[in-house]
C-alpha cells in the first residue's frame, strides 16, 4: 500500500513509509477530495484520484495547524485567507516527513508530545505564580494558556451563571415551536463543524436591546431588539455563525480571565466547579462591558462565514445584517449594543465580501420567509 524507503540510523536500518491517505479541501468549497500524499525531499506531492490532478506543495509554503494535540487530526495549510488543506489521520505522517526531509523540521513531533505536556504544565505553573506576585505583568498570556486548558465543564458551569444573570427565568421568551426553530439553525451551522466538546444553547431574552453574547461552554443569549430586527433566517444565521466561533475559539474565557479577579483565573486553572458559578455575576457584567478585539473579531467572522459555507447556508445574510445594522449605527440616537461590543470596521465588511466572492457555494433557503417573520415574534406570542 504505498512507497516505503530505507532510512539509516546510526545502529540499525528501519523502512520509511512515504505515501500516506489523505482528504483535500480546496479553500474555496466545502467538499473534501480523496487525495494520495508521496513525501518527497523538498515538499508533498499529491495526486487526487477523482480527477487525475496532481499538486505539489513545498515545505516550506505549508503551516501545520492541527495535530500537536493527542486525538487530533493532521492539518496542513498552504495559501492565505481562502487557504488549502490537507487532513491525514495518522500523526505518523509527521514523523516520517521530518525523516525524510530537513525542510519538514518545522512540523510537530508526535514522540515529544509528553515531554511538552509536562513542560506546558510546568510553564503554567510558573505564570501563575508570577501573576500572582505582581498580579497585573503577564497577566494577557497567562489567560491565553489557562483559558485553552480549562475543563468545559468548569466553562459550561460559569456560561450557566452568566445566563442566570443575563436573562433570569421571569425575563426569558420561551416558545417550544419558534425555539424549536432557531434551535434547527444552530444544529444545521455545527452539524458539519469538526467533533467540539460544546453543546449550543440558545436563550432568547425579552429586551429591545440590540444585541447577542457568546458565554463560555456553548451559551448563546439573544436578545429580542436583535431577533426582530433580522430579515430572514440567513441573517440570523450569519450572527450566530460569528458568536459560536467565539466559543469554540474560547474567546470570550480568554477575556474573562483576563479582566476578572484573580479568583477566577485559579477556580480556572484547579477545575472548581462552585467557584465557577461563584464568579457569575462578576463575569457578567465585565462580558457586558468588554469588547472583543480586532484579532478576534476578523477570527470569528471569518470561520463564521467558512461555518455558513459548510453548512450551505447563503452567507450574504451575514453580510446584509452587519451592513444594515452599521449604516443605522449613525442615523439612530442610541448606539446599537451589538455593534458597541462588536466594534464595525469597514475592511471587516469589504473582506467577508471578498471571501463570499471567491467561495462558490450552492444553497437553500433555511426557512420560508413566512416562517421566519412568525420565528422572528417569539417575545411577542400571537397565533403560529
Known amino acids: 500500500m504505498g512507497v516505503w524507503g530505507p532510512f539509516r540510523g546510526p545502529h540499525l536500518q528501519l523502512t520509511l513509509r512515504l505515501d500516506w491517505e489523505a482528504a483535500y479541501l ?21 495526486t487526487l484520484p477523482e480527477s487525475g490532478a496532481r499538486l505539489f506543495w513545498p515545505f516550506r509554503e505549508i503551516r501545520q495547524t492541527q495535530g500537536t494535540h493527542a486525538g487530533e487530526q493532521v492539518r496542513l495549510e498552504r495559501g492565505g485567507e481562502l487557504s488549502e488543506a490537507l487532513l491525514i489521520g495518522d500523526v505518523g505522517f509527521l514523523s516520517a516527513a521530518r525523516a525524510a526531509a530537513p525542510e519538514a523540521a518545522h512540523f510537530h513531533e508526535p514522540g ?124 440570523l444565521a450569519g450572527v450566530l455563525a460569528h458568536e459560536i466561533q467565539h466559543v469554540l475559539r474560547r474567546h470570550a474565557t480568554r477575556m474573562l480571565l483576563q479582566h476578572t479577579s484573580a479568583g477566577l483565573m485559579l477556580a480556572a486553572v484547579s477545575g472548581d466547579i462552585s467557584g465557577a458559578m461563584a464568579y457569575g455575576l462578576e463575569s457578567a457584567r465585565v462580558l457586558g462591558a468588554l469588547r472583543y478585539s480586532r484579532q478576534y473579531e476578523a477570527e470569528a467572522d471569518v470561520e463564521g462565514l467558512r461555518m455558513l459555507l459548510a453548512a450551505g447556508v447563503d452567507p450574504e445574510g451575514m453580510i446584509a445584517f452587519f451592513e444594515t445594522l452599521r449604516a443605522e449605527e449613525g442615523r439612530r440616537p442610541t448606539p446599537l449594543r451589538y455593534l458597541a461590543s ?33 420565528v422572528a415574534t417569539l417575545c411577542a406570542g400571537g397565533s403560529r
Open 112 to 235: 515529544r508530545r509528553r515531554l511538552r505536556v509536562g513542560l506546558t504544565f510546568a510553564a503554567l505553573v510558573a505564570a501563575i505564580a508570577l501573576a500572582v506576585g505582581i498580579y497585573y505583568v503577564g497577566i494577557p498570556a497567562v489567560a491565553a494558556v489557562a483559558a485553552a486548558r480549562v475543563p468545559v465543564s468548569w466553562e459550561e458551569k460559569l456560561g450557566g451563571a452568566i445566563v442566570d444573570h443575563f436573562a433570569p427565568p421571569s425575563g426569558r421568551c420561551e416558545d417550544p415551536v419558534r425555539q424549536a426553530k432557531i434551535d434547527g439553525i444552530v444544529a444545521a451551522l455545527t452539524a458539519k463543524a469538526r467533533p467540539q466538546p460544546y453543546t449550543f444553547r440558545i436563550t432568547v431574552v425579552n429586551s429591545s436591546v440590540v444585541n447577542a453574547v457568546a458565554a463560555p461552554g456553548g451559551q448563546l443569549i439573544l436578545f429580542r431588539g436583535l431577533l426582530e430586527r433580522t430579515d430572514s433566517a440567513e441573517e
Open 342 to 374: 462588536h466594534p464595525p470596521a469597514g475592511d471587516r465588511m469589504e473582506t467577508l465580501k471578498r471571501l463570499a466572492a471567491t467561495a462558490p457555494h450552492r444553497s437553500a433557503p433555511l426557512l420560508p420567509d413566512r416562517d421566519w417573520r412568525d
Open 26 to 46: 480546496d479553500g474555496r468549497t466545502a467538499a473534501r477530495r480523496r487525495a494520495t500524499v508521496h513525501i518527497t525531499r523538498t515538499g508533498l506531492d499529491i
